[in-house]
């Protein structure tokens, strides 16, 4: 029985796409040619990427009536066009090269590539990327650097500790963080030219005092005055990046203050704090418009398995593949500490967990959380209610458990007698 396409195959009439280097692009513009049944027209420049250059295509294209313009995601190059061409009022789209792969075997120009887009993209046989606006784009850039002074300053904290274990300086073995209070003191006394260990052990503070016996001898090694000069500046390298991580925190709070509302009710989520909801909101930003369904936002976060199958067969492991790294790293540490509390996604994780491994317990839980984060945005007046630890227990038939433990006790060659407990 035939059945009804979805597709649209109205072909745009005047489209342009773009192939984008960093130094210049070149645009390709398609248009109805004249006359009833008259064939399609095409104009094909090379623009450079500065900003006057730019200006100079969007007038022609808004002399053309162009629609639609379409370009490819080159780096980061796309940028600064993409942005220009949003600001004139144009419907631009951005487009994984992917799918838009010139056929193989045939010559490859940058001309061709921006005929060869344009054509395909006219038939509507590409989908558009997920641009965020601008005030969503803007906290991501922020929300993204902090990532970044985060892993800088955890690479020289990491230097950190390796130049005392290069001077033997023990600290690490008996402290658990040796840039608490006590630890930086005692490398600031170092630093200083304090080398005796009962002196350097003293200066331990609280629950740290019962180690000082351990702090003695910690601290008996060969720290020189080469170590001391690469530790000082190794800590104000430290300093310096927490002060930065401040104040991009700062920005981010001022930042975050039209969506607040939508972090509030997203905190509500086990396992996710203020500072991960401020990541999913910067990702996916908060109109879930662009997202028809829940699974549709898990496909494009690349939370949900591929599906690959020929002859009537599954290939492949299902893996979901690569995605919006940021976002994965949020949803996956909130996705371990749900699995610590007494929630229904706490026991959801440890359920598949228990049969799958933490890692498929992580992409899982992941789901559930980007499941209910479109829902909280979708609708502004709802918010989350936990369906408790006991869901699954709830709904377990007990005959149903009875029988299958007898079954797995007889396969084994026991004979099973019930009897109810006293």
Same mark, same amino acid.
């Given at each position: ?9 109205? %072909? ?13 692009? =070149? !645009? @390709? ?6 006359g ?10 090379? *623009?450079?990427?500065?900003t ?20 490819? #995601?080159?780096?980061? *190059?796309?940028?600064? =066009? ?6 004139? &009022? ?5 487009? /994984?090269?992917?799918? +838009? ?16 887009? !344009? ?6 046989? %590409? ?15 922020l929300?993204? *650097? $902090? ?5 800088? $300053?955890t ?6 500790e ?7 300086i023990k ?10 209070? #006590?630890?930086?003191?005692?490398m ?8 005796d ?12 005092r ?21 530790l ?11 002060a930065? %991580?401040?104040? +991009? ?7 975050? #203050? ?14 996710? &704090? ?19 369904t ?17 002859? &009537?067969k599954?290939?492949? #492991? ?5 995605? /919006? ?13 749900? &699995? ?5 996604l ?9 049969? @799958? ?5 992580? +992409?899982? +839980?992941?789901?559930?959380?980007l ?6 945005l979708?609708?502004?007046v709802?918010?989350? /209610? ?6 699954y ?10 029988? /299958? ?18």
């Amino acid at each position: 029985m035939l059945e009804s396409s979805q597709d649209n195959e109205e %072909i745009i009439e005047r489209i342009a796409a773009l192939d984008i280097g960093k130094a210049e692009l =070149v !645009c @390709c513009v398609r248009i109805p040619g004249q006359g009833p049944g008259g064939r399609r027209r095409q104009e094909v420049s090379t *623009y450079s990427t500065m900003t006057r250059s730019l200006l100079t295509m969007a007038d022609r294209l808004r002399e053309l009536g162009v629609t639609r313009v379409v370009m490819e #995601s080159t780096s980061d *190059y796309w940028k600064p =066009v993409f942005y220009l061409l949003e600001a004139a &009022g144009v419907d631009t789209w951005l487009v /994984n090269a992917k799918d +838009v792969k010139h056929l193989p075997g045939r010559p490859k120009t940058d001309r061709l590539d921006a005929v060869w887009l !344009c054509k395909v993209a006219e038939r509507q046989m %590409i989908r558009p990327s997920f641009i965020p606006p601008a005030p969503i784009r803007e906290l991501r850039g922020l929300t993204r *650097y $902090r990532v970044d002074l985060i892993a800088a $300053r955890t690479a020289e904290r990491s230097r950190v500790e390796k130049l005392l274990e290069d001077a033997q300086i023990k600290l690490s073995v008996v402290a658990s963080d040796i840039f608490g209070t #006590s630890g930086r003191d005692m490398m600031a006394a170092l630093i200083a030219g304090q080398r005796d260990p009962k002196v350097l052990a003293q200066m331990a503070r609280s629950r740290l005092r019962k180690k000082i016996t351990q702090l003695e001898d910690a601290f008996v090694g060969r720290f020189s005055e080469h170590h001391g000069f690469l530790l000082a500046r190794m800590l104000a390298r430290v300093d310096a990046i927490t002060a930065d %991580i401040a104040e +991009v925190n700062q920005r981010i709070e001022q930042q975050m #203050s039209p969506f607040g509302e939508s972090a509030r009710r997203l905190d509500e989520i086990p396992g996710v &704090g203020p500072a991960t909801a401020h990541v999913i909101i910067a990702e996916v930003g908060v109109d879930m418009s662009r997202f028809p369904t829940p699974a549709h936002l898990a496909s494009w976060a690349r939370f949900a398995p591929g599906v690959k199958e020929s002859a &009537g067969k599954s290939k492949g #492991s299902g893996s979901t593949g690569h995605g /919006n790294s940021y976002l994965a790293r949020v949803l996956g540490e909130a996705a371990v500490a749900a &699995g610590k509390t007494d929630t229904f996604l706490g026991e959801r994780y440890r359920r598949i967990a228990r049969r @799958c491994g933490n890692r498929r317990a992580i +992409v899982a +839980v992941g789901r559930s959380i980007l499941t209910i984060v479109w829902h909280l945005l979708r609708d502004p007046v709802t918010r989350f /209610n936990d369906i408790g630890s006991d869901f699954y227990d709830t709904r377990v038939n007990p005959e149903r458990r009875k029988r /299958n433990h007898i079954r797995q006790l007889e396969a084994l060659g026991y004979t099973v007698t019930l009897a109810p407990a006293a």
